[in-house]
C-alpha cells in the first residue's frame, strides 16, 4: 500500500559526491517544514540543487538539516546559517500559516551576523501583500514563498513526489556516494543518515481518498522530512513553470521584433 514503489526510490540514490558547499554556477531553492518548539516533530530544512537537462529541471537533495526543541529565534539563525552556504539560493518554500508563521514572523527581522559581522536585509514573504507593500521601507528580500497547504495543493505536492521519483528526476545520497566511502567527515555522515530517515519516512507514506483529492498518512509518527520534500518538489515544479513563461516572453519579444524588421525592410 506504499504510495512511492521502493526500488523508484533507492534508483534515485545515485549522487557522486557529497556537496556541503554551493556551486556559484548552479542555483539552488530551500524548503522548510516547521515544527513546534516542543514536542516530537522536527523543522527539517532541506537545499536542493537544480540541474536542466533537455527539457525539464531535475533536482539533487544536497543537505538535509533537522532541528527539535529549537526556539523559533534559533530556527530562523540556522536557516540564515544555510543559505551562506548556498549563496545563490533562489527561493524558500515554506508552509507560512499556523506554526510556519512564527519563523516566517523571526525571518522578517534584520539578523546580525556574528561571522561577517554585518548586518543582514529581513526575508519576506513574496506572497504576502502587506510585507510586499513596505518592502521599500523595511528594505526586505522577497525570498520566501509560502504556501497555504490546502487538500488540492497537498494532492499535487504527493504527485510531484511520485512522477520526481519513477522518473528518477530527483537524486539523493546513497551508500556509494563519496570518494572514500569509509574516510566521510561527520557532516557528510549525517547527511546520509538524514537522507536514510527521509526515504524510509517517503516510503511509509499511504493514501486515502478525502473527496475529489488524495490524502497522504503514515502509520508511523513522523512525516516531517516528507513534507519538507514536497514542499521542495513543489518549488521544482514552480521554477519550471517561471523559465518556460521567461522562455516564451522572449521568444515572442524576438517574433515581434523580427516582423518590425520585416515590415521595415518591405
Not at 547527511?191 to 498518512?217: A, D, H, P
Request: with cysteine; net charge negative; aromatic share 12%.
Amino acid at each position: 500500500g506504499a504510495w512511492i514503489s521502493y526500488d523508484d526510490l533507492m534508483g534515485c540514490c545515485n549522487l557522486e559526491n557529497y556537496e556541503t558547499l554551493g556551486y556559484e554556477n548552479f542555483h539552488y531553492i530551500m524548503s522548510v517544514d516547521v515544527a513546534r518548539q516542543e514536542g516530537q516533530d522536527n523543522t527539517i530544512i532541506m537545499i536542493l540543487k537544480l540541474v536542466w537537462v533537455n527539457d525539464h529541471y531535475e533536482a539533487e537533495v544536497v543537505y538535509i538539516k533537522s532541528l527539535n526543541g529549537c526556539k523559533f529565534e534559533d530556527q530562523a539563525k540556522k536557516v540564515r546559517e544555510i543559505l551562506s552556504k548556498y549563496p545563490t539560493t533562489q527561493t524558500i518554500f515554506m508552509d507560512t500559516q499556523t506554526i510556519g508563521l512564527a519563523l516566517k514572523d523571526e525571518l522578517a527581522k534584520p539578523y546580525f551576523d556574528e561571522i561577517n559581522q554585518c548586518w543582514c536585509n529581513p526575508l519576506i514573504d513574496m506572497n504576502d501583500e502587506v510585507a510586499m507593500k513596505n518592502i521599500a521601507e523595511t528594505n526586505g528580500v522577497p525570498i520566501i514563498y509560502g504556501i497555504k497547504p490546502t487538500a488540492e495543493i497537498n494532492h499535487k505536492m504527493g504527485y510531484s513526489v511520485k512522477k520526481y521519483t519513477q522518473k528518477h528526476w530527483i537524486h539523493f545520497y546513497g551508500n556509494e556516494t563519496g570518494d572514500n566511502k569509509e574516510d566521510l567527515t561527520m557532516e557528510e555522515k549525517l547527511l546520509l543518515r538524514e537522507t536514510q530517515y527521509m526515504c524510509s519516512e517517503v516510503m511509509s507514506m499511504k493514501t486515502k481518498i478525502n473527496g475529489q483529492w488524495i490524502k497522504f498518512y503514515t502509520d508511523d509518527v513522523l512525516k516531517d522530512r516528507w513534507s519538507c520534500l514536497c514542499y521542495g518538489l513543489f518549488g521544482v515544479d514552480i521554477k519550471y513553470e517561471e523559465k518556460i513563461a521567461r522562455e516564451k516572453k522572449s521568444s515572442s519579444k524576438v517574433a515581434i521584433k523580427r516582423r518590425f524588421n520585416n515590415d521595415r525592410e518591405n
